[in-house]
């Protein structure tokens, strides 16, 4: 059965669309990753045109995270004190992102610095994560028992501006989620994603967050980023397909739900160890499109009416 | 003769009269000599569940001939890009605009154009994709400008704009013709110009051009308009919408 989306103008299997909103909210739900990563270039990939995926997706992951962060609320899994923290320092990051973002399109190559960066960022996160998580599953299948200490006392711990995080069972200086938010918000910016791929390896190893708490958290934060990036594209470039978001929003809190349960089943471990796989895997896969010949060496830059 | 004038250019400055004459044009098509032809629908309206349409076009000659049926969508500006390889990675080095290209193209005639036309009619009246005048925005060497025509002509006939393969026109008798017009769903939206020619010794003859909308209607041209007219609103709508959305679907499991 087809539907027609009156921005993107075509018309695509409304099944196709659901499977595809489930499957990203699945793992939006599972890892707290908002999953825009991987939704825009899917829907590419089925026929939606470049501009109108990236600003659709953006309008769907407001919705799934909010969902998402309602079933992680009930289960006690948000660290609202944390979100708001992080959150201001991501949108005046993504202030200084924007400009940055407009000063590349101008020097140009702007989508080739993104792929660098994401290949760079996702890669050495990647290695890192499953390294550690390897080591830790290790440790856990030797000892058995023997409780892991929450995180390593280093230089960030000396920093003034001490808050008590409950939720994260955390007492650190509240510079150093300001800190990581500003530099995610520049980074989403850039790269024009929800951040929650890079915030979620962050929170773990950087502040020393539980796990468990970590994506309705992560959520809780892309829910206004992506609000923000929606609000923007449509005011901007227009190219936001209310209809379509709507479509994969009904698909995706199906997934989330699904998603969310089957995450809090998971280790701590596990999930660390599977997310890792999918940040290296996003990487080998952007490394390896930018070195592929391409099949068709032209494109379609941009039509005017 | 200055009073004639005068209420000559009385009756066309009177929007009623020009009114008058465009819902003429628009419902009588323009009768050429020796031809008549009109479509079964003069308005394609794109629906929620618009999967493409097909449009008749019938007609009559007055006498034999040869029948060709051009179908061109409004003219749009394209940019087309080239990458290149440098350091080991393919990037985006060339880009080349095109300021006119019809936003679809589709061709049907009652024999192979190549037996009935001249080359040089064919050229003249663009008939074939490979006759389309695109004109690039800068100037470049003409290598490069058909290289990145040759792309452009092979990415909309990938998507389906371009038609590349020629619809059949069909004789009934020795006068009265008809042909079908597929319209995919990604088709673009707009005023569609359906140009009929006569053609006989190889040379056309007669002509007649009759104008085809295709326009959103309905929840989703409501949409599409809201977007452009009230942007921010749009946006916030849209975000809205998605974060209600959101919490109802997480109403049902509750407790669960």
């Known amino acids: ?305 | 003769m200055s009073v004639r004038h005068a209420s000559i250019s009385e009756k066309l400055a009177c929007p009623n009269y020009v009114l008058i004459a465009v819902l003429l044009f628009w419902a009588l098509p323009a009768q050429a000599q020796g031809l008549a032809a009109d479509l079964t629908s003069h308005l394609i309206a794109i629906t929620t569940g618009f999967t493409g349409v097909s449009v008749v076009l019938f007609g009559a000659t007055d006498g034999p001939g040869d029948i060709v049926v051009a179908v061109r969508g409004p003219e749009r500006e394209m940019t087309i890009r080239r990458k290149n390889r440098v350091a080991g990675i393919w990037v985006n080095t060339d880009e080349l605009t095109f300021v006119n290209v019809p936003s679809f193209y589709a061709v049907a005639a009652s024999h192979p154009i190549d037996g009935i036309l001249s080359p040089a009619a064919s050229a003249f009246y663009r008939l074939g994709i490979a006759n389309l005048k695109l004109e690039a925005e800068t100037p470049a060497q003409s290598v490069v400008v058909d290289a990145f025509r040759a792309a452009l002509e092979r990415i909309q006939q990938q998507t389906g704009l371009f038609v590349s393969r020629i619809g059949k026109v069909d004789f009934l008798g020795e006068r009265l013709f008809r042909t079908t017009i597929a319209f995919p769903s990604n088709v673009p939206t707009g005023t569609y110009l359906v140009e009929v020619f006569l053609v006989r010794d190889k040379d056309v003859v007669s002509g007649q051009t009759t104008p085809l909308v295709v326009s959103k209607v309905g929840v989703d041209a409501a949409v599409f308009e809201f977007s452009g007219r009230q942007p921010g609103f749009y946006g916030a709508i849209a975000v809205l919408t998605a974060v209600v959305a959101g919490w109802l679907a997480s109403l049902p499991f509750r407790g669960a």
Request: with cysteine.
């Open chain 1, 1 to 305: 059965m087809d539907i027609y989306l009156p921005i993107a103008e075509v018309s695509l299997d409304l099944f196709v669309l659901l499977g595809l909103g489930a499957a990203v909210g699945f793992l939006s739900g599972v890892f707290g990753v908002g999953g825009g990563f991987l939704l825009t270039p899917l829907l590419i990939f089925i026929g939606v045109p470049p501009t109108v995926a990236v600003a659709s997706s953006a309008n769907q992951l407001v919705g799934a995270s909010v969902s998402g962060v309602i079933s992680h609320w009930r289960r006690g899994n948000v660290d609202f004190k944390m979100g708001s923290v992080l959150l201001a320092g991501g949108l005046a990051g993504s202030v200084l992102g924007v400009w940055i973002f407009t000063l590349l399109k101008r020097l140009g190559q702007v989508e080739l610095t993104i792929s660098i960066c994401y290949v760079l960022l996702l890669g050495t996160l990647g290695g890192l994560m499953i390294i550690e998580s390897i080591r830790s599953m290790l440790r856990l299948h030797q000892s058995g028992a023997g409780r892991r200490r929450l995180h390593q006392h280093n230089w960030m711990h000396g920093l003034p501006l001490k808050a008590r995080f409950r939720r994260s069972r955390l007492y650190i200086s509240a510079l150093l989620p300001i800190g990581l938010g500003f530099v995610i918000g520049v980074f989403s910016a850039i790269l024009g994603i929800g951040g929650g791929f890079i915030m979620v390896p962050a929170m773990i190893y950087m502040l020393g967050m539980p796990t468990s708490v970590v994506p309705g958290t992560s959520l809780l934060q892309i829910i206004f980023v992506a609000a923000n990036v929606t609000v923007l594209q449509a005011y901007t470039n227009r190219t936001v397909d209310a209809v379509l978001a709507l479509v994969l929003l009904v698909g995706g809190v199906v997934g989330a739900r699904i998603g969310s349960r089957f995450g809090t089943r998971l280790r701590g471990e596990q999930l660390r160890f599977l997310l890792a796989m999918m940040v290296l895997a996003v990487a080998a896969k952007l490394a390896f499109d930018m070195t592929v010949p391409p099949a068709d060496l032209y494109s379609i830059a941009s039509e005017k009416g």
